[in-house]
């Protein structure tokens, strides 16, 4: 064997041990034992036993054994032959993904069928997977969803009654009291109270509304099935408001929620179960409208004032306190000194 040769290798493996001893954890990369294993196979074992002992014989064969059978794994026909289904193209994702968007009610099957009638065969599976590669929940999710759109998109109000007894000259008189409610401002509108609430009356404050452009922009009218509320006024939300009419169901209040909890802060903000007299009921009404819609801090809003007064962020000044509602509610803002 040539001397400079066998200095060389003698070189390499001594510096390989102080390599080793240097950094002990060390950890050589999958090319790097590719490379020694192709080298390692030529040397006889006791040559690697003395020039390289930080590796067995088996270590070597080991690599070598892995070297061999990446070779004869057949990754080069696996890659040029197709693996199972095509995959779909670009404009039927595109169609699955805005029939989800625009049809919340549509099932996987359904859109399946409309994409095979418009482009071509198209599986369950496949729209399944399309839709959750966007991040598109399934119909029976999306339809939630849709619904807390519809009430945080600005289109509809609420409308309910609640009574009041009033003491007034001729007696003891139950008054009636409607309300309108924005679902997604919170702003609450005394519309008027009456002692016998007729179809007549609520069509006449239903046109007082309307005049003074509360409805403009909404779309839908929630109400529940109260006798007062007659096809004729639901005629005139439809033909003078263009409202869409929604009837909550039978013992449901909660499909009318925002109103119902409105009416209960009204009630608390009147004080007393029973009035005494009809003028200071109407101004007890038009304060406590006004302090919720103005003054007051309403937790569905994060903590915000509907309509709030410019007085009500003053950043100067002492810190004041003003009653409300006959003393009822309390109301703090800073005064200039």
Same mark, same amino acid.
């Given at each position: ?17 102080? *390599? ?8 050589? #990369?999958?090319?790097?034992?590719? !490379?020694?294993? /192709?080298? &390692?196979?030529?040397?006889? /074992?006791? +040559? =690697? ?8 014989? !088996? ?7 892995? =070297? ?11 890659? %040029?032959?197709?693996? &199972? ?30 994409? #095979? ?15 959750? /590669? ?35 000259? *001729?007696?003891?008189? #139950?008054? *009636?009291? =409607?309300?309108?409610?924005? +679902? ?28 003074? &452009? %509360? ?22 939300? !439809? ?19 925002? #109103? ?15 009035? +005494? &007299?009809?003028? /200071? ?19 569905? =809003? ?17 810190? %004041? ?10 109301? *703090? ?5």
């Amino acid at each position: 064997m040539n001397p400079t040769a066998t200095a060389i290798i003698l070189f390499q493996a001594s510096l390989l041990r102080s *390599y080793r001893k240097r950094y002990p954890h060390l950890r050589l #990369t999958n090319e790097e034992r590719i !490379e020694l294993a /192709k080298l &390692g196979i030529l040397i006889p /074992k006791e +040559w =690697l036993k003395q020039w390289a002992p930080d590796f067995s014989v !088996e270590t070597y064969k080991r690599w070598f054994d892995k =070297l061999v059978s990446k070779k004869w794994d057949y990754s080069d026909r696996n890659k %040029k032959r197709s693996v &199972g289904r095509p995959q779909s193209s670009v404009l039927i994702e595109k169609y699955v993904v805005r029939a989800c968007r625009e049809n919340p009610n549509w099932g996987d099957r359904t859109i399946a069928n409309n994409a #095979t009638r418009l482009y071509e065969k198209v599986s369950d599976s496949t729209i399944r997977r399309i839709r959750k /590669k966007h991040g598109i929940p399934p119909a029976t999710k999306r339809k939630k969803s849709n619904w807390k759109a519809l009430k945080d998109c600005g289109k509809v109000w609420g409308c309910d009654f609640f009574t009041q007894e009033v003491f007034t000259s *001729y007696g003891l008189q #139950t008054f *009636y009291v =409607l309300v309108f409610i924005h +679902w997604k401002t919170r702003e609450l509108i005394y519309a008027g109270a009456t002692e016998e609430p007729n179809e007549q009356w609520v069509i006449n404050r239903i046109r007082d509304f309307n005049a003074d &452009g %509360k409805f403009e922009g909404a779309k839908y009218i929630v109400h529940d099935n109260d006798t007062i509320f007659s096809k004729a006024v639901d005629n005139s939300f !439809e033909k003078e408001s263009n409202l869409f009419v929604t009837k909550t169901a039978f013992h449901a209040p909660k499909m009318n929620s925002h #109103t119902e909890r409105a009416i209960r802060t009204m009630r608390e903000l009147i004080g007393s179960r029973i009035s +005494w &007299g009809e003028r /200071k009921f109407r101004r007890q009404l038009r304060a406590a409208s006004d302090f919720y819609n103005k003054e007051r801090h309403h937790q569905g =809003l994060d903590g915000k004032i509907p309509l709030p007064d410019d007085s009500a962020f003053k950043e100067m000044g002492r810190v %004041k306190r003003y009653s409300r509602c006959d003393g009822n509610q309390s109301f *703090y803002c800073r005064k200039a000194s």
